[in-house]
């Protein structure tokens, strides 16, 4: 009996061992499909989640632009803008005095971010050959895909092409901020109306050093206040009234540059005349623009040439010394020959490049100029020019008026405005509100200008020489201008100038610019 239940005892086991074994496999073999299954459906779920989770996560790349100021700003306006634009944005801070090193050190050791800016149209032209050398995106192609870009204007982008191409975006400048800022009250005392051409502008120079204009009995005015700067100081605005060429012009049928037009010689004999009679500061060739504002803002001189405005700092610092000082501008002053015209910039400041190095993909670069599409928009443009509404600026009039504290909007604010993309006609953003009406009259007279610009037509052009040697060889034409306006050479001296100027490089420069029409 033991033995058969021994038996029995086996053959069960053996039997529970076979079935168990079927039974495993039977659910190994099921459970596996019935898993895959279950896996593949939740497979497809993460995967559908992770691109649902892609479509709203934020793009994130860097972006290096100039500081304009001494510190780097916190980053309350700039989680706005991200905010705005579902982005994720590194701003890499360069002080703008070392800024080119840098752009240049980063370009040489390959390691620019994805939007790199660039400083001004000096640095856009030494980055020229990287450019037809396709080490950035072309992004003209582009610009028709997006609603704000497709705003900017076609004349500040054909003065960015290289070779019919555009390789980059533009901040925009208006393009001409040139005329007179005067001692409106001295020439009430005097009885002279704003001056409307060259001649009346000499009879209130000297009579702005001659006249007593503010009444106090002494010989201790003059009339013009300059710099050492033929550019951004009077001479080249007064030169532009004259009616010469804005860098370079067309004389029968070749361009050639500004100083072999008679009308530049016409303008130094005009500041020469000036300085001879002692209506314009006797070393302007070597005064800061510090000391030439002083003069205008302490009640020295009476006249200043540039940036109309600039009458708005001028004012607030001229009525803490003098609270009766009364000042105006004035852009329309006719030359000899009856016409108006004033020299005009490109129409921007800064460009925007993208680096090939960086961005290595199409889709990526479609998403990099989607920010800056949105950028273009009032609502995040204002936050980048203006801040925040009701903390950084208050709006008045359809108008921007900053908050009085200029400290708190420089270190929270205006770096930011270093990024901005186009201008207000392009992306709508506020303009300025200005309770003082001359500085509104300035921004005014700005659009005047623009209906009678001269244009600099070698902007889109090319020459090798000029890039390699352009401001060396204008040091020989600059130093000439100035011994011509002190008396101390004479027309065929500034013609000497001119010749070794030629010799030097400058046939070649005119030959590659004609070449390059």
Known sequence: MSNWKKLMGIMFLLLFVVLAACSSDSTTEGGDNSASEDDTSQEETNDTDEEEADSGEAYSFTIMAN??????????????????????????????NNYEDRLNTAFATNSLPEAVFLKNQATFI????????????EVGQYLD?????????????????????LYTLYQGRPLSRQGLIYRKDWADNLGLEEPTTTEEFMEMARAFTE??????GEDDTFGVTD????????????????????????????????????????????????????????DFPVTSKTDQQEFFKNGTAGMYVGSMGDVGSLNNDAVAINPDVEFDVHNHIEGPDGEFGVWAIPGYGSLVMFPKSSIESEEDLKKILGFFDQLMTPEVINYAYWGIEGEHYEVIEDSAQPTDDQSLFDREVKPYQAIEIGEPET?????????????????????????????????????ETYVNDGA?????????????????????????????????????IIEEFNASE
């Open 472 to 508: 060396r060889l204008q040091e020989i034409i600059i130093d000439a201008t100035y011994q011509y306006i002190l008396g101390q050479i004479d027309e065929a001296g500034f013609d000497d100038a001119v010749e070794n100027w030629e010799s030097q490089g400058g046939e070649a």
């Open 427 to 463: 992306n709508g953003r506020y303009e300025g509100y200005f309770d003082y009406d001359v500085k509104a009259k300035s921004e005014e007279l700005f659009k005047d200008n623009e209906n009678y610009l001269i244009e600099d037509p070698t902007v889109p052009l090319y020459s």
């Open 145 to 165: 895909e997006f609603e704000n870009l497709s705003k900017l204007k076609e004349n500040v982008l054909d003065n960015t092409r290289v070779n019919g191409n």
């Open 67 to 96: 500081l304009h100021t001494p510190e780097v700003p916190n980053e309350k306006v700039l989680e706005k803008i991200e905010e705005a634009t579902n982005t994720d944005i590194e701003i890499q801070w360069v002080p703008d």
């Open 126 to 137: 030494q980055f020229r050959d990287a450019m037809e050398d396709e080490q950035f995106w």
């Open 227 to 282: 710099r050492s700067d033929l550019i951004y100081g009077a001479f080249k605005t007064v030169s532009s009234w004259f009616g010469t060429p804005n860098e370079w012009g067309e004389q029968d049928g070749q361009l050639l540059p500004e100083f072999m037009f008679d009308e530049y010689k016409q303008t130094m004999e005009f500041f020469r005349e000036m300085h001879e009679n002692g209506y314009i500061n006797q």
């Open 211 to 216: 006249d007593d204009p503010d009444g106090n």
